[in-house]
Each structure stands twice: as C-alpha cells, then as structure tokens.
C-alpha cells in the first residue's frame, strides 16, 4: 500500500465530505435545521454539534491522547442548549478544522503509531476510520 497516496486521498475525501455537509446545511432554513420528526431523532442542529465535538475531541494531540478527551461532554452534544446557528456554526468549523489539520500534517510512517480511543488502543490508521 502506498501510505502517502492513501494520506493524499484521505484529504480529499474528508474535504469533499465536508464541502457536501457544508452545501446542504446552507440550504436549510432555521426551522429545518432544529427541526426534530420526533423526541427519539436528532435534528441537523444536534448532529452538527455532536460532528464538532467529536471531530474536536478525536484529532486534538490525536497521536499523543486519547481520542476522548476529558472535557468533552459526549452526552450532551445530544441536547439542545439554545445555541444559534452561529454558534453551532461555530463548534462544527472547529472540529473541522481540527481534523484537517491534523490529517493534513501526518506522515505515511504515523500510520502504524498506536493511538488510543476510549482507552482502546490501535493504529492511527485504524483509529481514522472510527
């Protein structure tokens, strides 16, 4: 396997998927992006809050912590806390921007490196795709 081929094609996967994330968000209006079908489904609004924070937490020091970080508050990524679309807009950037970052400076031999989620250790090119 060609590692800095796959890293390559990693960053332009992620940033494809966030570009279509990106467009049908900026489609929604207020209503739709709070809107829940019922109490047991998640709104877009939700989903982007629990995207960031999962993001964030995940690819922060990703070679170096584990990927659930103390001070992310998993359980309550699924509540809604009044946040704005801006502010929303805000938590979704930064885990974004967090994970790009980070994908974008590893190096082929990083790949095999042990890292760790919840404790759970594996290969960052395993963890990467969880």
């Known amino acids: ?55 964030r937490s995940r690819f922060a020091d990703f070679l170096t912590t584990d990927g659930e970080k103390p001070d992310r508050h998993r359980d309550q990524e699924f509540e809604s806390g009044g946040e704005t679309r801006a502010q929303l807009t805000e938590i979704w950037e930064n885990g974004w921007r967090v994970a790009l970052d980070t994908i974008a400076s590893l190096k082929p031999e990083n790949l095999a490196r042990t890292v760790t989620i919840r404790g759970e250790p594996m290969t960052a090119l395993q963890a990467a795709h969880r």
């Open 1 to 55: 396997m060609d590692l800095a081929a796959y890293l390559d094609e990693a960053r332009r996967a992620l940033r494809g998927h966030k570009r279509l994330a990106d467009a049908a968000i900026a489609q929604l209006s207020e209503e739709q992006l709070f809107f829940q079908p019922d109490p047991e489904s998640n709104s877009v609004a939700i989903l982007m809050k629990h995207v960031g924070g999962n993001l």
